[in-house]
């Protein structure tokens, strides 16, 4: 199974953008191998906030992007506001059909 | 509107035995893959197992492989996971979640919606 690593936290003053990458990411695109972005608050089940790499689904807030380079996907949030404090995690294709998850990284608002 | 809701969950001795259960509603059930993904206290996602729409196909992480078999039936839009020979290390809250991609396989492609979870405790 594959290993996706992102950074333990991640902190910014509000308005201002983030980043939090997922490194360990399949270079292949296609056969269900696609990166997808969860918020979790705390006691709450985690939210999908981006799925096929850069993709929003409805109703999320275009301040959340995603990215891909090479083997590290990433998220972005624009315009920090303190309703995103909460933990952000990656997920992709693991090795032999398996579904990995990031460790998480907790986004902290100044 | 979609809705999960997971039950079945509680508290089971070292080596015992529990079912979840998690009821489906608002989309076509049968035609997307199911999951679940633990959380033990304190801790990040971990996935546990995956089914295909139509059952055919079931896949396991190896921390569970042989003890938990992942089950669905159709006609009653409900996915079950059966927790045999658990451990303490199976402590978590059990998320049912479903699969975004609409071929009824690769749950690998991410979960669009997740029902409240299911705390499992396993303690003597």
């Known amino acids: 199974q594959s290993v996706l690593t992102q950074p333990a936290s991640v902190s910014g003053s509000p308005g201002q953008s983030i980043t939090i990458s997922c490194t360990g990411v399949s270079s292949e695109v296609g056969n269900c191998n696609y990166v997808s972005w969860y918020q979790q608050y705390p006691g709450k089940a985690p939210k999908f906030i981006i799925y096929d790499f850069t993709n929003r689904p409805s109703g999320v807030s275009n301040r959340f992007s995603g990215s891909k380079s090479d083997n590290t996907a990433s998220l972005t949030i624009s315009g920090l506001q303190a309703e995103d404090e909460g933990d952000y995690y990656c997920s992709a294709k693991g090795g032999g059909s398996t579904w990995v998850f990031g460790g998480g990284t907790k986004v902290t608002v100044l | 509107e979609v809705r999960l809701v997971e039950s079945g969950g509680g508290l089971a001795q070292p080596g015992g035995s529990l079912r979840l259960s998690c009821a489906a509603s608002g989309f076509s059930f049968t035609n997307y893959a199911m999951t679940w993904v633990r959380q033990a206290p304190g801790k990040g996602l971990e996935w546990v197992s995956s089914i295909s729409g139509g059952g055919d196909s079931r896949k396991y992480a190896d921390s569970v492989q042989g003890r938990f078999t992942i089950s669905r039936d159709n006609s009653k839009n409900t996915l079950y996971l059966q927790m045999n020979s658990l451990r303490v290390e199976d402590t978590a809250l059990y998320y049912c979640?479903?699969?975004?991609?609409?071929?009824?396989?690769?749950?690998?492609?991410?979960?669009?919606?997740w029902g409240p979870g299911t705390p499992v405790a396993v303690s003597s």
């Open positions: 979640v479903k699969v975004y991609d609409g071929s009824g396989y690769c749950f690998e492609r991410g979960g669009d919606y």
